[in-house]
């Protein structure tokens, strides 16, 4: 079992940053592939980034290339999603995610991930 837990989320004026961590436990998640997703209120949960087993690769939606960037550190077991320029619209509760299945190929599906976070809150105010 892998517990994951995210931290970093807070409020912020638009055009701000945020640095958010996702620490786990249990077993290392070197081999695993990371993934963020996000829910807005009324809204269903979005992916939005996600990274290879060494980091060599990473997926991004549309709608935050540019601005989000997704890293790991094995050695700390921690994943990272670096936000910069947010919007308004970046305010939801984002999920770290892991996908323990032997593909070495990031998914941009929930289905493909098996452990979930319990998330955090970003609120970006206008």
């Known amino acids: 079992q892998v517990q994951l837990v995210e931290s970093g989320g807070g409020l912020v004026q638009a055009g701000g940053s945020l640095r958010l961590s996702c620490a786990a436990s249990?077993?290392?998640?070197?081999?695993?592939?990371m993934g963020w997703f996000r829910q807005a209120p009324g809204k269903e949960r979005e992916f939005v980034a996600a990274i290879s087993w060494s980091g060599g690769s990473t997926y991004y939606t549309d709608s935050v290339k540019g601005r989000f960037t997704i890293s790991r550190n094995n050695a700390k077991n921690t994943v990272y999603l670096q936000m910069n320029s947010l919007k308004p619209e970046d305010t939801a509760v984002y999920y770290c995610?892991?996908?323990?299945?032997?593909?070495?190929?990031?998914?941009?599906?929930?289905?493909?991930?098996?452990?979930w976070g319990q998330g955090t809150q970003v609120t970006v105010s206008s």
């Open positions: 995610a892991a996908d323990s299945s032997p593909s070495p190929i990031p998914s941009t599906w929930e289905d493909g991930y098996d452990y």
């Open positions: 249990g077993r290392t998640i070197s081999r695993y592939v």
